[in-house]
C-alpha cells in the first residue's frame, strides 16, 4: 500500500502545471516537489489519495541529465521559481511540450496538425535578473523584526531575501531603506490576521530603458505615519523617478487597492520598447536583434497599471504580434485587453487606426498619454471589460475589424467577447496567451466558428517558472 510517510523509489517522467515531477512506483502516481523529469529518486509519501499521492525528494539516486545547481539558496521553499532547478535548455523544451499538450489535449487539434504550425519557443540568452517589477510582502520574523522577501509556495509565509535572482538588483537597496525607516519610527508591519498594522507590499517597478525607478508603497491606511521621510530617502536613491502609496483596507489576498497617491516625484515612470521587422517565415531573432530596430515606442507606466515584466523578451513578444497581424497599413485593428496601449502603439505605424479596449481606467488614461507622447494619432482607447463593450458597440453597428488582437488575462476570453470576434469577422486574428490551458480552449470556439490556426511560437515571458506566453495568429477560413 502507498500510506503517508512511506519511502519509495520514482523514475520522474513529467512536469505538472505547477512545476511538480509526475512519476509512477508500482503504477501509482506522485506528484513529488523539486523533483525533475529523468531524476531517479527516493521519495517520501506526504499525501496518499486513492488513484495519486505527493511526496517530497529524500534522496536524488540518478539525476536528471537536465538537472543543475540552482544559484538561488531559496529556490526550493520560494514560491516564485518552480524549476529553477532545470536546465534552461530543458526548461524552454518543458515549456514547448506544454504548449503543444494543451492544443492536443484541450484545443482538440490533431497532433501532426500541430505540428506543422508550432515554432520553435523564443528563449532568452541570460534568463537572470529580467524582472521589471517585483512586490514584495512584510512581515514580521521569529524574533519579532520586520522582514521582507517573498511567500513560500502556497502559503502566507514569508522567507527574507531581499536579492531575488530574477529581479534587478536596485531592489535591496530599496527594500534596505523601507526596513530601516520602519525600525526607527517603529512601524508596524501589515498582520494579515490581526489586520493591523501599516504596510502591507511594496511594488517596485524599473524602466530598463530609462533606468527610472517607482516604489508604490501598498498600505493599510489612508495615510502612513512619517510618509515624507520615508519618501525623501527613496527619492535619494539612483533613478528614484516616482515614490507613491496605494490605499489597501481590505481583507484580501488581492495585493493592489483601487487608490494610488503620490507621495514624491512624478506619478508615472517611462520605459521605451524596440520594434523589430521579422519579414516572412520563421524569426530567427540571434539575427534580429543585431539589427537596428524598425522603430521604438516610449511608454507612461502608473503604479496600478499592467505592464509586461520581462521588457527582453517583450521586444520579441509584440514585434512577433505586429509581424502575424501582417498589417498594410490600411486595417481598422482592434486590440483587446490592451492595458496601457503597448501592442495597440507598437501596430498602430502598419495600421490605418488602432481601437483599444481595457478595463483599468488608470491604464486606459496612460494608454492615451502614450499615444499623444510618440505623436501617435490614429489610436483610441475605451474602458471597459472587453465581453460588454464589444457586444454593445457591435450590436450598436459602431465596429468592425479587419484584425483582432486579444491579449487576455489568464483565465482567456469570455465567450460573450469571443462570439462577437466571431460576428465581426475580421481576416486575422492574433491571440497572445499567458496560460495555454485558456488559449487552447478559446482556439477550439474561434476555429469551430471559421478560423484556422497558421502559426503559434511559445515566447518565454518568465524563465525559472512554470509559465509560458504564446503567440497565435489565426486566419478566416474563406
Ligand atoms: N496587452 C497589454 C495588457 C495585457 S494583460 C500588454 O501586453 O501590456 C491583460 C490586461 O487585460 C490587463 O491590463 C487587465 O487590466 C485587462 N483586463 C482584465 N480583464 C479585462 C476585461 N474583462 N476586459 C478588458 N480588459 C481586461
Redesign the pocket.
Known amino acids: 500500500m502507498f500510506d503517508k510517510n512511506r519511502l519509495v523509489k520514482v523514475s520522474i517522467t513529467d512536469l505538472s502545471d505547477e512545476g511538480m515531477g509526475i512519476g509512477k512506483a508500482d503504477g501509482y502516481t506522485l506528484f513529488v516537489k523539486d523533483a525533475i523529469p529523468g531524476d531517479e529518486i527516493e521519495a517520501r509519501i506526504t499525501k496518499a489519495k486513492k488513484n495519486y499521492g505527493f511526496a517530497r525528494v529524500e534522496k536524488v539516486i540518478t539525476p536528471s541529465p537536465f538537472r543543475v545547481e540552482a544559484p538561488c539558496p531559496y529556490h526550493r521553499s520560494c514560491g516564485g521559481c518552480q524549476i529553477q532547478a532545470m536546465s534552461y535548455e530543458g526548461q524552454l523544451k518543458f515549456k514547448e511540450q506544454k504548449v503543444r499538450n494543451d492544443l492536443i489535449r484541450i484545443g482538440g487539434f490533431d497532433e501532426a496538425f500541430i505540428d506543422s504550425v508550432m515554432e520553435p519557443i523564443v528563449g532568452m540568452d541570460d534568463p537572470f535578473r529580467y524582472r521589471n517589477k517585483a512586490q514584495f510582502p512584510f512581515g514580521t520574523g521569529n524574533d519579532g523584526s520586520v522582514i521582507t522577501g517573498f511567500y513560500a509556495g502556497r502559503t502566507h509565509s514569508i522567507i527574507a531575501n531581499t536579492d531575488c535572482a530574477l529581479g534587478v538588483p536596485e531592489n535591496e537597496e530599496i527594500l534596505k531603506v523601507i526596513l530601516q525607516f520602519m525600525k526607527e519610527f517603529h512601524i508596524q508591519p501589515y498582520n494579515e490576521e490581526t489586520h493591523k498594522g501599516y504596510i502591507r507590499h511594496a511594488l517596485i517597478r524599473k524602466g530598463f530603458a530609462s533606468g527610472q525607478m517607482m516604489v508604490c508603497l501598498v498600505v493599510n491606511d489612508d495615510k502612513l505615519p512619517k510618509e515624507e521621510v520615508l519618501a525623501k530617502r527613496l527619492m535619494a536613491l539612483p533613478g528614484m523617478t516616482n515614490v507613491s502609496l496605494n490605499v489597501n483596507k481590505e481583507a484580501t489576498n488581492v495585493i493592489m487597492g483601487t487608490k494610488t497617491r503620490t507621495l514624491s516625484g512624478e506619478p508615472v515612470i517611462e520605459d521605451t520598447l524596440r520594434i523589430y521587422e521579422l519579414g516572412e517565415g520563421v524569426a530567427d531573432f540571434q539575427t534580429v536583434l543585431g539589427k537596428e530596430p524598425a522603430g521604438q515606442v516610449r511608454f507612461r507606466i502608473s503604479p496600478l ?4 515584466v520581462n521588457p527582453v523578451q ?1 521586444e520579441k513578444l ?1 514585434s512577433l504580434a505586429l509581424n502575424y497581424a501582417g498589417l498594410t497599413g490600411q486595417e481598422t485593428v482592434l ?6 496601449g ?2 495597440s502603439l507598437f501596430l498602430a505605424g502598419k495600421a490605418g487606426k488602432v481601437l483599444g ?4 481606467d488608470d ?1 486606459v488614461r496612460d494608454a492615451r498619454e502614450n499615444a499623444r507622447i510618440n505623436h501617435i494619432e490614429n489610436a483610441e482607447f475605451i474602458t ?4 460588454e ?1 464589444l457586444p454593445r458597440m457591435y450590436n450598436e453597428g459602431k465596429l468592425s475589424a479587419d484584425v483582432i488582437v486579444t ?3 489568464r483565465k482567456g476570453c ?1 465567450e460573450a ?1 469571443l462570439n462577437t470576434i466571431l460576428s465581426l469577422e475580421p481576416k486575422r486574428i492574433v491571440y ?1 496567451s ?1 496560460d495555454p490551458a485558456t488559449l487552447s480552449r478559446d482556439l477550439k470556439i474561434l476555429c469551430d466558428g471559421g478560423y484556422r490556426l497558421e502559426r503559434v511560437r511559445p515566447v518565454d515571458q518568465f524563465p525559472h517558472t512554470v509559465h509560458v506566453e504564446t503567440v497565435c495568429l489565426l486566419t478566416l477560413n474563406l
Open positions: 497599471s499592467f505592464y509586461q517583450t509584440y486590440d483587446l485587453y490592451c492595458g496601457i503597448t501592442i479596449i481595457e478595463t483599468i491604464a471597459g471589460n472587453a465581453e463593450v491579449d487576455p488575462p469570455d467577447c497572445v499567458c
